[in-house]
């Protein structure tokens, strides 16, 4: 079997599964849950790119910039990135370290800090979508909107702060992402989708306030590394049409005409798997 260069994308139930606290405790526990595949990938020698989601985890930064803003400030929604960058790398890196070792396996793993370039002009920035944090009570609409966020109702559940969610057009450690695969390491990168910055016209880079799609990001790194594969994790078995209706169907195979057409159906909800479609087409 020969080596393949293969892009990892863990869905959101690989750290916090649905119902259940998200304790850090929990969150290692799932993780080692998910690392065997993983090793399984290694074990073929395949070198492997991780990348993670961190809705969760960035909403609960988000409540605690909320609970806390009377007494320090806030951090933007680029730092909030880095920060869980850091934390859940931890949390991967050191599940799959303890899972090679149990494996007879020697390898080393590393977390990069990923930084994805995103246009600040993208149609987005005008027309936020995104919905992050926790919900907003009526009375605190206003107060929310005179901070300068842009608030909406999140149909059938509450209003919730929205942003603008960019398309990805560039990664900025793709050169060393790539370097360290040619090592032999196994790397963790563009947690979150990456953190948003834009490149300004002098080459240098400034963060934006925004969140960018994983599954988005992980396609992009996919096609910058030239990856023989990318594999999307989710919390469901398969790719299924008329989902969870009497008619389902569930889909072993996709060609990229059924995907498109089933998309331009509305068949992928845009906040579950029609990002994942996407980021396969």
Known sequence: ?????????????????????????????????????IVGLIQEGHRVVL??????????????????????PPSSLNVIVADTQGSIGYMIQQSLVNALIKAGIKKSVVTVVTQVVVDKNDPSMLNPTKYVGPFIRPEQIEECRAKGWVVKEDPGRGHRRVVASPLPIDIVETEVIRDL??????VIAAGGGGIPVCRNPDGTYEGVDAVIDKDRASALLANLLSADELLILTGVE??????????????DVLTVAEAEKY??????????MGPKIEAAV
Do not use: W, Y
Request: net charge positive.
């Open 1 to 37: 079997m020969s080596k393949k260069t293969i892009v990892v994308a863990l869905g959101g139930n690989a750290l916090i599964e649905e119902g259940t606290e998200g304790t850090v405790e929990q969150q290692f526990e799932n993780t080692r849950k998910s690392m065997a595949a």
């Open 51 to 72: 990348t993670h989601g961190n809705g969760p985890q960035a909403g609960v930064h988000l409540i605690r910039n909320e609970a806390a803003s009377a007494k320090v």
């Open 238 to 251: 398969k790719v299924a049409v008329n989902f969870r209706k009497p008619d389902q169907k569930v889909l």
């Open 181 to 186: 695969l040619q090592d032999g390491l196994v």
């Open 263 to 272: 998309m331009a159906e509305g068949q992928f909800p845009k906040g579950s």
